[in-house]
């Protein structure tokens, strides 16, 4: 268990003590994490942050009965993935509109920096199915285990074992190419 979690766990079982400071120090090194999270499944960050803002009330409301303490971050986040999905199945014909107007805009044109391996890698995860491309971004960039990413996508550990192994001979196979 990472000094992270540990943490995570301490704030929890003090915040159901009574102590509002831990809840607010949760949302301190969370929110971000959570808004970055939600934005990958919205592309619209204002919609993250009402998302979001959302879900703290939720996780607020049912934080006493979290059971394990420990599981703070990827049963939150699981509450952020569920609402993020939940709002573009609400909102997907505006969504659908809004993206024909900005392909025709050349939204897909990509960030020129400087370096054309970062360009050329932004590219071949743009190639990647969304379910390939959702594990690589909770194992590598917010180093979730299999486990909790298996918690938070609600599907079992050997699926996402599957898809990190499949996303990655997927795009070592783009950038060979």
């Not at 509002?20 to 090194?29: C, E, Q, S, T």
């Not at 971000?32 to 204002?46: E, G, K, P, R, V």
């Not at 920096?113 to 379910?131: F, M, Q, T, Y």
Request: proline share 1%.
């Amino acid at each position: 268990m990472t000094s992270s979690k540990i943490f995570d766990a301490l704030l929890v079982l003090q915040y159901k003590n009574g102590d509002k400071k831990a809840l607010g120090m949760l949302v301190k090194r969370h929110h971000y994490t959570f808004c970055s999270h939600a934005n990958w499944y919205l592309h619209d960050l204002d919609a993250s942050k009402d998302v979001v803002q959302d879900c703290w009330g939720i996780i607020i409301s049912k934080l006493h009965s979290l059971r394990d303490p420990n599981s703070f971050s990827s049963w939150a986040m699981r509450i952020v993935t569920r609402k993020s999905i939940d709002f573009i199945k609400q909102n997907k014909s505006k969504r659908e509109s809004l993206r024909h107007y900005k392909q025709g805009n050349f939204e897909d044109t990509p960030k020129e920096d400087g370096n054309s391996e970062i360009v050329g890698l932004r590219r071949a995860l743009k190639r990647l199915s969304n379910d390939q491309q959702i594990v690589l971004r909770l194992f590598y960039t917010q180093e979730y285990s299999l486990n909790e990413i298996s918690d938070i996508l609600e599907i079992s550990v050997g699926t996402v074992k599957s898809r990190l192994f499949h996303a990655r001979e997927k795009l070592k196979t783009i950038l060979k190419t």
